[in-house]
């Protein structure tokens, strides 16, 4: 059986920045790195850009690893291959493929996957999804044939696609079970301004409807929707959300939620096991609550954090995050926690009518998170007031006001 000191679950950018991480940490120590996915590190974050989908940036460019940086640095990369058991109390791991792998100190990175359909239909050619590099690959090489999309789903990813979609003039229909464009991510006169954008392209858009039936023979053809409306297409993009890979860890006894349950230094429930990225449920001492957050910045601050605690080096997490998504020549921007759940306040900034408009999200007397909308250069600001925590009591009549300077606050 295979020893290391240090076994990393999960090839992403969590996972190999925590191996980065560790081999500057302890030059000696030995660490490996289990990737479902054959290729060494790629950005995930490339993979909807519309000028990386159109062919504007090389395929090359995606490559954020060689193979040989894990040669150089002593990581031994195991690619292709999937965890499929973890048994703590002998610590060790088991692949799929039958071989099992001993531990010190061990870290689930393992992200999440895209939602997959199960309707009827679901199993036919020209259904796509978009979560790694091959799915991308496909997708890209299905755009030189295909004529007429249906795009399901509101989120960040569909927002980027829709874009490529329509330059490459396709024509496409989006189909969303949300009553406006990404509800609840977005606010309802943000997401009418996307929904704006993209009907002025040219997309056709169905609200509050759902897809019963894929139609067709091996080939997708169409769609039926749930009221009964069929919509003829050659090719379905699936934008569904994630779902989080935890099945294989269930016998194990670790602290499940959506994700893998974490403290603030991102250790699990059970000793010698951290969690970070996608799949971390973590407490979050900023924002004062258990979060789950899929960006990319993120994951790569917890690859960091959970590493250093992996070395002895134990250390919070703290940081608030953002992620943008581009389209139509918009910016659309999120920072710290989006949810308008029904104790915060909520106040708007700037107006849809000028294509520059932002809400911002607050808890007590605290900035807790804020969505914009080609007011980019706020993100900054806004990032450091949630983090420092500051009252905001007594200004909310200040921070309505479009072009009251948010510094100010600091
Ligand atoms: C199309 C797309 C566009 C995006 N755009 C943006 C953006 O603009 N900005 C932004 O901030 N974020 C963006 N994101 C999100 C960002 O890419 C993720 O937050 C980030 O990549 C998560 O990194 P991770 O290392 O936690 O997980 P992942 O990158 O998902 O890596 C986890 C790895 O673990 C593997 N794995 C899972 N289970 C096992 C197992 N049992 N055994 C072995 N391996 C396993 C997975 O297959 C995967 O390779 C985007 C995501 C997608 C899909």
């Known amino acids: 059986m295979q020893h290391f000191k240090y076994l990393i679950i999960g090839g992403g950018i969590a996972g190999t920045t925590a191996a980065e991480t560790l081999r500057k940490n302890d030059t000696e120590g030995s660490i490996a790195l289990i990737s479902d996915e054959p290729y060494p590190l ?25 193979t ?33 792998i001993e531990y010190e100190k061990l870290l689930l990175a393992i992200g999440a996957h895209a939602r997959k359909w199960t309707i009827p239909g679901s199993d036919k050619n020209g259904i796509y999804y978009l979560r790694g590099l091959d799915d991308t690959k496909a997708i890209i090489e299905a755009f030189k044939t295909k004529k007429k999309a249906v795009l399901i789903g509101s989120g960040c990813v569909s927002f980027e696609i829709a874009d490529v979609l329509r330059s490459l003039n396709m024509e496409t229909t989006l189909v969303m079970r949300e009553k406006y464009f990404s509800e609840p991510m977005l606010s309802e006169p943000e997401g ?8 002025e ?3 056709k858009i169905i609200r509050n409807a759902e897809i019963a039936e894929v139609l067709g023979g091996k080939e997708a053809t169409g769609v039926t929707l ?16 994630v779902i989080f890979p935890t099945e294989w860890l269930k016998t194990s006894g670790i602290e499940l939620g959506r994700g893998i349950i974490a403290n603030e230094f991102l250790e699990t429930s059970i000793p010698d096991v951290w969690t970070a990225g996608d799949i971390a449920e973590y407490n979050d001492t900023v924002l004062k609550e258990t979060f789950l957050c899929g960006n990319w910045m993120n994951s790569r601050g917890q690859g960091e954090t959970a590493a250093l605690g992996m070395t002895g080096k134990r250390t919070e997490y703290k940081t608030v995050t953002f992620q943008t998504s581009h389209g139509f020549g918009d910016v659309i921007g999120f920072v710290g926690d989006t949810r308008a759940l029904s104790e915060r306040k909520v106040f708007y900034r700037g107006s849809p009518e000028q294509n520059s408009f932002a809400r911002l999200i607050v808890q007590g007397n605290r900035l807790i998170g804020a969505t914009l909308i080609n007011r980019l ?24 006001k479009a072009d009251f300077d948010l510094k100010s606050l600091i």
């Open 201 to 203: 392209s040219g997309v």
């Open 226 to 241: 749930k009221d009964g409306m069929k919509l003829d297409c050659d090719m379905i993009l699936c934008m569904i959300g």
């Open 42 to 66: 790629y950005s995930r974050v490339m993979l909807s850009k519309p000028a990386f989908m159109r062919g504007e940036q090389s395929l090359e460019s995606v490559w954020l690893k060689k």
């Open 68 to 100: 040989e940086w894990y040669e150089q640095n002593h990581i031994t990369f195991m690619g292709g291959v999937s965890a499929n058991s973890l048994d703590d109390s002998a610590k060790k791991v088991s692949l799929l493929d039958g071989r099992e």
């Open 377 to 400: 250069p706020e993100m900054g600001t806004i990032t450091k007031l949630i983090k420092e925590g500051t009252d905001i009591s007594g200004k909310e009549g200040e921070i309505i």
């Open 192 to 199: 009418k301004m996307v929904e704006k954008k993209l009907e």
